[in-house]
């Protein structure tokens, strides 16, 4: 079963501008992390929040987390082409045993 | 490459053959995850490994289904009887577990038709 839940499903952009991803999820988590996937490809890792966190940015990524609501945001700055695949979120909901990904978001970045 | 490596990367067979598929993990990492893509769809978890040990497996893993990483190195996943509802890419990931799940390092997967 699925965890969470991403919105939009389908996200369409020109190059340069923001991107937003949204995840909702069901049961408590110990972290909450986000997965790149190039079509047909294995998922990359991008970067691990945890529950305690409410805000991480790497690189030109921005993720926040409010767990009252549990629901996390994924925000792509400056979007490229290269940006175009799927992205998912994965909680580690208890156990530290494994991650259940949600529905996925797929982003077109266009020139 | 030091990455997570599958084998095959594509496999076409016919309904009632059995297929078997290989994931060799990074060789530092003690955790061993195999998941099942559809199209359109996340990851499902189907089962995990730390080192030769099988601790959980999902409810979506049939009697058709059996997993096993001796040694604790590399893991097989083998279907049998292999049916349509099947078909689907099937991932290996692997993880160094020190308490807590940390990132998965995803292989390039493994993708099952059946006819």
């Known amino acids: 079963s699925q965890q969470g839940e991403e919105d939009p499903q389908a996200l369409s952009i020109q190059e340069g501008e923001n991107a937003t991803m949204n995840c909702s999820y069901k049961?408590?988590?110990?972290?909450l992390q986000w997965y790149r996937q190039n079509s047909g490809r294995g998922l990359v890792h991008l970067i691990l929040?945890?529950?305690?966190?409410r805000e991480k940015h790497s690189g030109r990524l921005r993720v926040t987390l409010d767990t009252s609501k549990k629901s996390s945001s994924l925000l792509i700055t400056a979007s490229r082409a290269a940006d175009t695949a799927s992205y998912f979120c994965?909680?580690?909901?208890?156990?530290?045993?494994?991650?259940?990904f949600g529905t996925g978001t797929q982003l077109k970045v266009e020139l | 490459d030091t990455g997570v490596s599958q084998d095959p990367r594509h496999k076409i067979t016919k309904r009632g053959q059995n297929v078997t598929f290989r994931c060799d993990p990074i060789?530092?990492?003690?955790?061993l995850y195999w998941y099942r893509q559809t199209l359109g769809q996340g990851p499902e978890f189907l089962t995990y490994?730390?080192?030769?040990?099988?601790?959980?497996k999902s409810r979506l893993l049939s009697d058709r289904f059996s997993a096993e990483r001796p040694k604790g190195s590399f893991s097989t996943l083998e279907i049998q009887r292999t049916e349509q509802g099947d078909s689907a890419m099937y991932l290996c990931?692997?993880?160094?577990?020190?308490?807590?799940?940390?990132?998965?390092?995803f292989g390039e997967g493994s993708r099952l038709t059946v006819l």
């Open positions: 990931a692997s993880s160094l577990y020190t308490g807590g799940i940390r990132e998965l390092f």
């Open positions: 049961t408590s988590i110990n972290n």
């Open positions: 929040i945890r529950s305690n966190e």
């Open positions: 994965a909680t580690d909901t208890g156990g530290g045993n494994k991650l259940t």
């Open positions: 060789s530092e990492h003690n955790r």
């Open positions: 490994f730390q080192n030769e040990a099988q601790l959980e």
